[in-house]
T-cell receptor, first 114, second 112 residues
């Protein structure tokens, strides 16, 4: 398996623009997680899905952030409009939580909002 | 709310020695705890999981302990090597059972 796939790997955008981050989890995994990592706040959980259903989005910072999982093999995290404070590395992770709780992380998307 | 603290931001150690990293938590009683390794520019990689009824777990040169009374986990790397240099993150079971809360990490540098 190729592991968790994220795209793009790097994104530079101007304040006010819409940003869409994409994630393909490992085939067969039933849970998907979106995290944000910064030097100041570390790795923060934004939202997670079980069987494509959002379970907890309490970590989503504002209404500008939204996430979808239309099927078991694809998820998006959208920021609209983007702001400079959204600059961070965004990770997607997946897990087969019926078997184990270990999570497999993608390579991340480094977002810079100018 | 839950609070997770990893003892130090950075730890330098001589090659061949044992590195010991600490993870403390408060206001919580997780059923399990995990340790991850993160290299620069990459996502975290799972290393070990220890459950609340387990005192100790080993994997090759790695050893993890879990003291639910002290609310503390210790992560040991024996016979450390420069290749062990990375940031190590502890993560606790979240409130939803399937999610995790991560500590801020300890950056370990093994000096040849």
């Amino acid at each position: 398996d190729a592991g968790v796939i994220q795209s793009p790997r790097h994104e530079v955008t101007e304040m006010g623009q819409e940003v869409t981050l994409r994630c393909k989890p490992i085939s067969g995994h039933n849970s998907l997680f979106w995290y944000r990592q910064t030097m100041m706040r570390g790795l923060e959980l934004l939202i997670y899905f079980n069987n494509n259903v959002p379970i907890d989005d309490s970590g989503m910072p504002e209404d500008r952030f939204s996430a979808k999982m239309p099927n078991a093999s694809f998820s998006t995290l959208k920021i609209q409009p983007s702001e400079p404070r959204d600059s961070a590395v965004y990770f997607c992770a997946s897990s087969m939580t019926t078997v184990t709780y270990e999570q497999y992380f993608g390579p991340g998307t480094r977002l810079t909002v100018t | 709310s839950q609070k997770i603290e990893q003892n130090s931001e950075a730890l330098n150690i001589q090659e061949g020695k044992t590195a010991t990293l600490t993870c403390n938590y408060t206001n919580y009683s997780p059923a399990y705890l995990q340790w991850y390794r993160q290299d620069p520019g990459r996502g975290p990689v799972f290393l070990l999981l220890i459950r609340e009824n387990e005192k100790e777990k080993r994997k090759e040169r790695l050893k993890v302990t879990f003291d639910t009374t002290l609310k503390q986990s210790l992560f040991h790397i024996t016979a450390s090597q420069p290749a062990d240099s990375a940031t190590y993150l502890c993560a606790l079971e979240g409130t939803g059972a399937n999610n995790l809360f991560f500590g801020t990490g300890t950056r370990l540098t093994v000096i040849p």
